[in-house]
């Protein structure tokens, strides 16, 4: 059973998470906006991810019999000044939401809730890959600096990006 501290901060998430999709389908719409079509699909599909986080702490919740209750989502920003600003907020993004998943343990842990925390560990994991993926390409976008093929060649490598929902979570989502 989910202590009330605990159901509130995983409540919370549901919407962190949801708002994560948001930005990430708000810098897909800004890629869109200026030709750059593969990096346009690669944050759709981060959306995607974003989306099936979301409704993995949803039905965790549900699980433990606890109620889900659904907060308004802030509007994301809907514009940036290039693709590597796009990234460099990205990659603080997905600093910030490991912050957010670490706190959630150390409250599972306070609360003495292993069921949580056992559950907590695929997004702790989680947060490494999303981390690094949003860092190089980071790095390669600072890499490419003004070179017009470069970025169109990039653009290409984005374009290959595949949606792979975790094991349960096949549902289409977005
Ligand atoms: Fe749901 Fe990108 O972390």
New binding site residues.
Partial sequence: MLSDKMLKALNSQVNA?AY?SYLYMSMSAYFESIGLKGFAHWMHM?AK??TI?ALKFYNYIHSAAGRVTLKQIAGPPTEWKSPVDVFEDTYK??VK?TGLIHDLVDLAIKEKDHATNAFLQW?VT??VE?EESANDALQKLKLVGDDRSGLFMLDREMATRIFTPPPGMEAPAV
């Fill in positions: 998470e994560s981060q991810e974003e986080h993004h997905e939401v997004f989680e947060q999303e």
